[in-house]
């Protein structure tokens, strides 16, 4: 074979290992800067599961809780309507009684 070939061949498999060694090389360090970031990234999803649980817990014990609470809204405006019939009485005898009052006098 000519010295040409030879000397090509070299150059590729010197490329090709350098080529190698440099993307090796440059992906551990982007793995090592990037797990940090995926550590943080974990945590930060573990966090928010716990806070999702929580607010799951939460959301179950309120359920009840609002189920109650409208039957005492509904009972309050039961009340509130009594209370506005009472009140019409009241002012209806007010009128009736200053009605009278001043034919009296």
């Avoid at 074979?1 to 590729?12: E, T």
Wanted: glycine share 6%.
């Amino acid at each position: 074979m000519p010295a040409y070939v030879w000397i090509s061949l070299g150059v590729f498999v010197v490329c090709l290992v350098a080529g190698t060694v440099w993307a090796v090389v440059n992906g551990l360090r982007a793995w090592r800067r990037g797990r940090p970031a995926l550590r943080r990234m974990n945590d930060a999803s573990e966090s928010l599961n716990v806070r999702s649980s929580e607010l799951e817990r939460r959301l179950a014990t309120l359920e009840p809780k609002t189920s109650q609470l409208q039957r005492d809204v509904a009972r309050l405006q039961r009340s509130v309507a009594r209370i506005r019939v009472l009140f019409g009485g009241v002012h209806g005898a007010k009128t009736a009684y200053r009605f009278a009052r001043f034919f009296t006098l």
